[in-house]
């Protein structure tokens, strides 16, 4: 079975911080897909990024990076220079390249706020 | 460019009554379609998905269902709703294994 961890529930920074939240996950597929999704207040999900299992390489796109350690199961974001926009829940989610209908298993989420 | 349309935005409904939801992709063929639902401060839920006309898989035992009459048309439906039934419902496609992308969703609360 699949299982993906987020242990932060809720993350507060100042404006300016650098901010991690952490993603961890369960599976036995030896070729899987990782992702990151943002929900604003306004509800509808975005997607930020895809990485798949067999690229470990690390990845920046402006403000934002990601950390994918295949050794510890673990697919960080990091947020540099925060800003008030950034706040939202942000969700981690594991893909199967096996099941047919490619369902992502999705973390609990860390809803980020960012003061000014 | 792919758009994924859902409505209504908003909907309150009394317990017992009927529903229907609409979600419609549209710039894509034969999509994998998927619906949500997300209680208030919680986690995504997957409650149906699908891989082609007619073909619809139930994630969680409950009164609600799915339909699919037409590729890119997804429908959410019930005939009595329950007060659990109250959340954010999500709709979302995705091609080829890829990532999959979300509407922006109909709140339902059901009074």
């Known amino acids: 079975a699949q299982k993906v961890t987020q242990a932060q529930t809720e993350i507060s920074v100042v404006e300016k911080e650098d901010v991690t939240l952490d993603c961890v996950y369960e599976t036995r597929d030896t070729t899987y897909y990782l992702f990151w999704y943002k929900q604003p207040p306004s509800g509808e999900l975005?997607?930020?990024?895809?990485?798949?299992?067999?690229?470990?390489?690390?990845?920046?796109?402006?403000?934002?990076?990601?950390?994918?350690?295949?050794?510890?199961s673990s697919f960080n974001f990091t947020?540099?220079?925060?800003?008030?926009?950034?706040?939202?829940?942000?969700?981690?989610?594991?893909?199967?390249?096996?099941?047919?209908?490619?369902?992502?298993?999705?973390?609990g989420g860390t809803r980020l706020m960012v003061k000014p | 460019s792919q758009t994924i349309h859902q409505w209504p935005a908003t909907l309150v409904q009394p317990v017992g009554s009927p529903?229907?939801?609409?979600?419609?992709?549209?710039?894509?063929?034969?999509?994998n379609l998927y619906w949500y639902r997300q209680a208030a401060g919680r986690g995504l839920q997957l409650l149906f998905y699908s891989v082609g006309i007619g073909q619809i898989s139930s994630e969680v035992p409950q009164n609600l269902s799915a339909s699919r009459p037409q590729d890119r048309q997804f429908i959410l439906s019930?005939?009595?709703l329950l007060l659990s039934d109250s959340g954010f419902y999500l709709c979302a496609w995705s091609w080829q294994g890829h990532e999959q992308y979300f509407g922006p969703g109909t709140r339902l609360t059901v009074t």
């Open chain 1, 79 to 107: 947020i540099t220079a925060s800003q008030v926009v950034d706040s939202a829940v942000y969700f981690c989610a594991l893909g199967s390249f096996l099941n047919a209908g490619n369902m992502l298993t999705f973390g």
């Open chain 2, 78 to 80: 019930s005939k009595k």
């Open chain 1, 46 to 72: 975005v997607f930020l990024i895809r990485r798949n299992s067999f690229d470990e390489q690390n990845e920046i796109s402006g403000r934002y990076s990601w950390n994918f350690q295949k050794s510890t």
């Open chain 2, 19 to 31: 529903l229907s939801l609409e979600c419609t992709v549209e710039g894509t063929s034969n999509p």
